[in-house]
């Protein structure tokens, strides 16, 4: 179906602008694409990570893609300016509704009879719809809401991040940080090898173009056999090239393979970050701020002349420095869980579990028909729902005997499992001495899973290391370290604690200065909104007190941060562009209390 509705060529210029490799990308953009134009629906792109918007932007760079918010002042004259002339336009952070002043465009107007174009009324105002308009949508929202009437009206994309494809670009990532002229020379190879292949679809098409123009003998046509003769030459030249390019591309790629555990590392240790929201939806984590992690675990890792080493170093900084990060905002009785998360995705990965004890892990028996399969011995002792998990423990082939050593040993067994801390005492029936750290907690977790989380330490430090079962204590300077200056630290404090004094300290050390403070509360927005214009302007940190008392002014907060972040990116791309000499620095440093 996608060697249908596209080609390589096409696919590989996606992948130039940005488009993602894997396959589920490639087949978001065919629907993209194709959504895009007259008489489909409009695609509304469900794009928490923002790789949709970043493809999207290049793709329409060159046709002057307008870029608004429903909340943008003029939406609505842009709406209308770009349906009537054709301009395509990209409509950002679209929530669970659209606004209903879309409805007109989505439905693509109507044609009056007679008339030469469509006609759609925005608002009070009709305007001629220009065929050639193109509209995208795009939400940050993880999982939205949408209702049955908003999916019948758009084409709905996921363009959710999926492992293989983050995993190449954090491949990329990675040989850009250790081997530079890899990755540029690689980009420059698919770059040559996309134009030839254009080159060669280019001369068919004109030379089929030819022949259905020709009358006649076509022997007798001089130019035509001129333009054969010419795209056999080229043909056979481009063709040489493009093999030349796919040899140059393959000897790259496996120089760049060596690099591939970091990224496999990387991608497990961001989806276990991403899947954290499930538990608190505060621990919601942009690619952005992983990113960020991930670079800086590169720059701090240890060099040596070994890849090897270096790639082993740069793993065990990013797992730490990932560890870290989460930390700092995650409640105490989430920790032990992220932590496990980590240990076990790690592990199956390096198939050091396999997926049924991972399945086992997870679920127990919880799927188990209580009335089939081997009877309880002692149902007053060994509760049911204990029952049906040794009964599913017992399909791992090293347990695969455990149920008739429980029915030999019923006070043996017992005896362990009523002790009070069952996870340190000797196994029965010569199990403490065959059991991995991981299989010895599952055999605690499928007997007693109240004892679970103090079983799963001793896992946790066989395989991330003893220095992740003692959290480290993070306070503001650490946290400072993984803020910029429009990036704000948040603090949510609990009864009796306030890290004021200790950011004013800390301002003090580091810029001689105290940082403007405000308590928020009725009236104190305006205070708020000078405070920050001004820290912005002078590089002097803000400190907002009370947020819970203007919940309100910390939309406009974001709003402010947010304008600044996109003109700080615009004029580093003039700037890298040659076009301007601004790096766009704002130096202000805000801290949300």
């Not at 089929?208 to 001129?226: C, H, P, R």
């Amino acid at each position: 179906v996608v060697k249908l509705l596209t080609d390589d060529n096409e696919v590989g210029q996606w992948n130039l602008e940005g488009l993602p490799t894997d396959g589920q990308s490639t087949q978001n953009g065919i629907i993209v694409v194709n959504a895009a134009h007259m008489y489909a629906r409009f695609p509304l792109m469900i794009d928490p990570q923002g790789q949709g918007r970043a493809w999207i932007l290049n793709h329409e760079a060159a046709n002057g893609l307008k870029v608004v918010t429903f909340d943008t002042r003029g939406f609505k004259d842009t709406l209308e300016t770009c349906v009537q002339t054709g301009v395509p336009l990209l409509i950002e952070d679209v929530g669970n509704e659209l606004d209903p002043i879309l409805d007109p465009v989505l439905e693509r107007g109507v044609k009056l009879p007679g008339a030469k174009h469509y006609i759609c009324k925005i608002g009070d105002k009709e305007v001629n719809y220009a065929e050639g308009f193109r509209l995208y949508m795009t939400t940050k929202i993880a999982n939205p809401k949408y209702s049955p009437e908003v999916c019948a009206k758009t084409a709905l994309v996921d363009f959710t991040v999926t492992r293989s494809g983050l995993e190449d670009q954090l491949l990329g990532r990675v040989i850009r940080h250790e081997q530079e002229y890899l990755e540029t020379k690689r980009a420059a190879l698919l770059e040559e090898l996309n134009t030839n292949k254009q080159l060669i679809k280019s001369l068919e098409d004109n030379l089929l173009a030819k022949l259905s123009q020709t009358e006649g003998n076509l022997v007798d046509d001089t130019e035509l056999i001129n333009v054969l003769r010419k795209s056999k030459t080229t043909s056979e030249e481009v063709k040489e090239k493009i093999v030349s390019s796919v040899e140059n591309e393959r000897i790259i790629n496996q120089a760049r393979e060596q690099y591939r555990p970091v990224a496999t590392r990387g991608s497990i240790l961001y989806f276990i970050v991403s899947e954290m929201a499930m538990v608190d939806h505060m621990y919601e984590t942009s690619l952005a701020q992983f990113l960020n992690v991930f670079d800086e675990s590169m720059v701090r890792a240890a060099q040596t002349q070994l890849a090897a080493q270096r790639i082993s170093n740069i793993i065990e900084e990013l797992t730490y420095s990932t560890f870290t990060f989460m930390t700092r905002g995650l409640f105490e009785e989430h920790k032990l869980l992220f932590l496990l998360q980590c240990a076990l995705k790690i592990d199956l990965e390096a198939r050091e579990i396999d997926g049924l004890e991972y399945r086992t892990f997870v679920k127990g028996g919880a799927s188990l028909d209580p009335k089939t399969g081997k009877a309880n011995p002692d149902p007053s002792d060994i509760p049911e729902d204990v029952w049906l998990n040794l009964r599913a423990l017992h399909e791992i082939p090293i347990f695969h005997n455990i149920l008739e050593q429980i029915e030999n040993n019923v006070a043996g067994w017992k005896a362990w499992y009523n002790k009070a801390e069952p996870e340190k005492e000797v196994i029965p029936d010569g199990y403490n001495e065959m059991l991995n750290p991981f299989q010895r907690l599952l055999l605690v977790r499928c007997w007693c899973v109240d004892r679970m989380y103090f079983a799963a330490e001793p896992y946790i430090a066989k395989t991330l290391g003893e220095q992740y079962t003692a959290p480290p204590q993070l306070g503001v300077a650490s946290a400072l370290e993984d803020s910029d200056p429009l990036t704000p630290v948040v603090c949510l404090l609990s009864i009796g604690s306030d890290p004021s004094e200790q950011i004013r300290q800390l301002s003090k050390k580091l810029y001689r200065r105290v940082p403007l403070e405000v308590s928020m509360g009725a009236g104190q927005e305006v205070v708020a909104r000078k405070h920050i214009a001004t820290g912005m302007a002078s590089g002097q940190w803000v400190l907002l007190q009370n947020c819970h008392l203007g919940v309100d002014f910390m939309d406009e907060v974001v709003a402010i941060l947010t304008a600044a972040t996109e003109a700080k990116e615009r004029a580093s791309e003039a700037y890298a562009k040659g076009s301007g000499g601004g790096d766009g620095d704002d130096d202000d440093d805000d801290d949300d209390d």
